[in-house]
């Protein structure tokens, strides 16, 4: 059975960082395309970051570019949210899912990934 356990969410300051962690299980994990998304109260689920099977390519939303970087580690079948300069609109549950299909395409459309975490929660205050 595949599996996603997100970890390190918190309440931090503006301007402060969090580090999110995925891990994954049940799965040939350095196959899969792996995406963080988030869903802010109120509002629809989006999509945050995106990093290929290998690790090699990477996007981003433009409203945390340069701010955010994902990066996994495939050894140890864990994908990564690194979280600087954080906003207020940042605060959401944060996602971590598996692309549907393992190889090298991807898009960023959640309804094209199969498998997603319980979420942990960010809270940024002001």
């Known amino acids: 059975q595949v599996q996603l356990v997100e970890s390190g969410g918190g309440s931090v300051q503006a301007g402060g960082s969090l580090r999110l962690s995925c891990a994954a299980s049940?799965?040939?994990?350095?196959?899969?395309?792996m995406g963080w998304f988030r869903r802010a109260p109120g509002k629809e689920r989006e999509f945050v970051a995106v990093i290929s099977r290998s690790g090699g390519s990477t996007t981003y939303a433009d409203s945390v570019k340069a701010r955010f970087t994902i990066s996994r580690d495939n050894v140890q079948n864990t994908v990564y949210l690194q979280m600087s300069s954080l906003k207020p609109d940042d605060t959401a549950v944060y996602y971590c899912a598996a692309y549907r299909r393992g190889g090298y395409y991807y898009t960023t459309r959640a309804d094209e990934y199969a498998t997603w975490g319980q979420g942990t929660q960010v809270t940024v205050s002001s």
């Open positions: 049940g799965l040939t994990f350095n196959n899969y395309a």
